[in-house]
């Protein structure tokens, strides 16, 4: 498993409880990798920039499905 893998997967289990960088260093990730894996995430959809508990990440909820909104 790559670090991004297990920082996603120790990100969706923290459920806000340790902010991203935090986690990062709890994985054994410094800073920039973190930055980096985070960014991947966003660019994959995986997660959302809001402020959530003491991250300011969380985890994206896909529709699935359409006219979802009735």
């Known amino acids: 498993m790559n670090?991004?893998?297990r920082y996603f997967n120790a990100?969706?289990?923290s459920n806000g409880r340790y902010n991203e960088i935090e986690l990062g260093e709890?994985?054994?990730?410094?800073?920039?990798d973190t930055r980096q894996i985070?960014?991947?995430?966003?660019?994959e959809y995986?997660?959302?920039?809001?402020?959530n508990g003491?991250?300011?990440?969380?985890?994206m909820k896909t529709v699935k499905g359409k006219n979802k909104s009735r």
Do not use: C, M, R, V
């Open 3 to 5: 670090h991004k893998d």
């Open 11 to 13: 990100f969706k289990e």
């Open 26 to 32: 709890k994985l054994g990730l410094n800073e920039s």
């Open 38 to 43: 985070i960014t991947q995430l966003l660019s």
């Open 46 to 51: 995986k997660i959302e920039y809001i402020q």
């Open 54 to 59: 003491l991250s300011e990440y969380s985890i």
